[in-house]
């Protein structure tokens, strides 16, 4: 059974990294689409980004200036990194594996909440 | 980029009665649609993708239709196990969400 497991810091101050890891087990990663996803605190679901096993990634528009995915294949992890955070930042983050064209996100992880407060 | 519009926004419904969400896209596009459960302080959970075909899992009470711009969630006799909120997702973008709650 394929599982997804986000870790990383939870509290964040405004300006600093975000950094996530989603750890793959059950599954090789060299296969389908990796995605992060966030929610904000009563909101709906925004993409943020995916990678590829090759490496190839691509992020959301709004965000792309900031964010970061990548992977490392010998650790079947893959990780988000988002620059100078600020409050609204403040989401969980859900790792999940898409399918080829992201027309759907099939395994989620269970999500970690980072909260960015001065 | 494709934007999503879900309604109702909230639809009030009791146990035993028929489910009936939206999802309006402002692209048309064929049938690469997916629709998510949402149940407080969980993950997601995809029900239907490729618009009507069910998810490993998915009771089949859960159907799903449409193609190009216009598609629909169908829940035929709620469990109260589905009162939730409900997404549909079409590549990169997600709608608002619909929620299911008890009348």
């Known amino acids: 059974q394929v599982h997804l497991q986000e870790s990383g810091p939870g509290l964040l101050k405004p300006s600093e990294t975000l950094s996530l890891t989603c750890s793959v087990s059950g599954d090789s990663i060299s296969t389908f689409y990796w995605s992060w996803i966030r929610q904000a605190p009563g909101g709906g679901l925004e993409w943020i980004g995916y990678?590829?096993?090759?490496?190839?990634?691509n992020s959301n528009p709004s965000l792309q200036s900031r964010v970061t995915v990548s992977v490392d294949t010998s650790k079947n992890q893959f990780s988000l990194k988002m620059t100078s955070v600020t409050a609204a930042d403040t989401a969980v983050y859900f790792c999940?594996?898409?399918?080829?064209?992201?027309?759907?996100?099939?395994?989620w992880g269970r999500g970690t909440l980072v909260t960015v407060s001065s | 980029e494709t934007m999503l519009t879900q309604s109702p926004v909230t639809l009030s419904l009791s146990p035993g009665e028929r489910a009936s969400l939206s999802c309006t896209a402002s692209l048309s596009f064929s049938t690469n649609l997916a629709w998510y459960q949402q149940k407080p302080g969980q993950a997601p959970r995809l029900l239907i993708y490729d618009a009507s075909k069910r998810a490993a899992g998915t009771p089949v009470r859960f159907s799903g239709s449409g193609s190009g711009s216009h598609f629909t969630l169908t829940i035929s006799s709620l469990e109260p196990e589905d009162f939730a909120v409900y997404y549909c997702?079409?590549?990169?973008?997600f709608g608002p969400g619909t929620k299911v709650e008890f009348k």
């Open positions: 999940a594996r898409g399918a080829p064209g992201l027309y759907y996100f099939d395994i």
């Open positions: 990678v590829y096993f090759s490496g190839s990634s």
């Open positions: 997702q079409q590549r990169k973008t």
